[in-house]
């Protein structure tokens, strides 16, 4: 276990519509990041906040937003769903020091089908 | 142009012996780290290893090890004494710059390999 908590573990929408993916991070982790898993793309990053900030922006597509709220849980909305936006959606959190390591724990991923 | 190439689609290996996972990577930036990450089955993604760019010895974590060649930018991870629960999918990651600086930004994206499925053969 991870420590990488994600919600909800599938999902599965119509074309056209929202969701909304939620992670909560490590305890102690400001940073949260969030990957998309697909077949065609492999695993590409989407995301990342930092302590409520948004600090860098992958592939993510307009249609897609996140937020980092106060306590540090993120969510990422995904609107006006088509069928390739079907994944496997990661989020993942590290911590913030001077050095070291600092690997990313994922959580164990939420799965969107969108038929 | 890929920054993180991972040329084998699929390995097998028999249980016990050693196997060899390659990981060839691209980049300009003198401070990076290299991750390895597994993901089973069950699809989560298990970090497995770490080696930075300015890390003088190969990474070793239990059975798995780095073989950190900077000059030919490979980073082999090298897993001892298979087992059957080795099966699974196996990613090789990068982060480009390898420590925040005074502002406190982040410490950045992973950039993921294709992935390379092992097979641990009994």
């Known amino acids: 276990d991870s420590g990488v908590t994600q919600t909800p573990k599938h999902l599965i929408t119509a074309t056209g519509q929202r969701v909304t993916l939620r992670c909560s991070p490590r305890?102690?982790?400001?940073?949260v990041y969030w990957y998309q898993q697909s077949l065609d793309q492999g695993l590409q990053f989407l995301i990342q906040?930092?302590?409520?900030?948004?600090?860098a922006k992958g592939n993510i597509l307009e249609r897609f937003s996140a937020q980092q709220f106060p306590d540090l849980h993120s969510e990422l909305n995904l609107s006006s769903l088509e069928l390739g936006d079907s994944a496997l959606y990661f989020c993942?959190?590290?911590?913030?020091?001077?050095?070291?390591?600092?690997?990313?724990?994922f959580g164990p991923g939420t799965r969107l089908t969108v038929l | 142009a890929q920054k993180i190439t991972q040329t084998q689609p699929g390995m097998f290996v028999q249980e016990k012996e050693a196997v060899t996972l390659d990981c060839t990577y691209d980049?300009?930036?003198?401070?990076?780290?290299l991750f390895w990450y597994k993901q089973p089955s069950s699809g989560e993604m298990i970090f497995l290893i770490y080696?930075?760019?300015?890390?003088?010895q190969n990474a070793t974590e239990g059975r798995y090890s780095l073989n950190f060649q900077k000059a030919r930018k490979s980073a082999n991870l090298v897993i001892s004494a298979s087992q059957l629960g080795d099966s699974a999918m196996y990613f090789c990651?990068?982060?480009?710059?390898?420590?925040?600086?005074?502002?406190?930004?982040?410490?950045?994206?992973?950039?993921f390999g294709q992935g390379t499925i092992l097979t641990v053969h009994p």
């Open positions: 993942a959190s590290s911590i913030k020091t001077s050095g070291g390591t600092n690997e990313q724990f």
């Open positions: 305890s102690g982790d400001l940073s």
């Open positions: 906040y930092y302590n409520g900030e948004e600090r």
């Open positions: 980049t300009s930036d003198p401070s990076y780290g």
């Open positions: 080696q930075g760019s300015y890390d003088q």
């Open positions: 990651a990068m982060r480009e710059g390898q420590y925040s600086n005074a502002g406190g930004t982040s410490y950045g994206k992973l950039t």
